[in-house]
C-alpha cells in the first residue's frame, strides 16, 4: 500500500510541474506582442507534448 502512495504521490508531483510549466509558457504567449516569439514557444511546447502544441496553436489563432 505504500508503495501505491508514493506513485500516487509522485504523479500527483509531476503533474503539478508540467501544469506549471504550461501555465508559464501559456501567459508568455499572451503577453508577447511579436508574433515570432510566439511561434517560438508554441515550437518548444510541441517538443514537451504534442497535444499541449496543438492546444496552443489553437488558442492563438482563435486570438487573431
Known amino acids: 500500500m505504500e508503495n ?4 500516487l504521490k509522485k504523479l500527483k508531483k509531476e503533474q503539478k510541474l ?3 510549466k504550461d501555465e508559464l509558457l ?3 504567449i499572451d503577453s ?3 508574433l ?3 511561434i517560438a514557444v508554441i ?6 507534448d504534442k497535444s ?3 492546444s496552443s496553436l ?4 482563435k486570438n487573431k
Open 4 to 7: 501505491n502512495d508514493l506513485k
Open 18 to 20: 508540467k501544469s506549471n
Open 26 to 28: 501559456n501567459s508568455y
Open 32 to 34: 508577447s506582442k511579436n
Open 36 to 38: 515570432e516569439d510566439k
Open 43 to 48: 515550437k518548444m511546447k510541441n517538443s514537451i
Open 52 to 54: 499541449s502544441f496543438i
Open 58 to 61: 489553437r488558442k492563438m489563432m
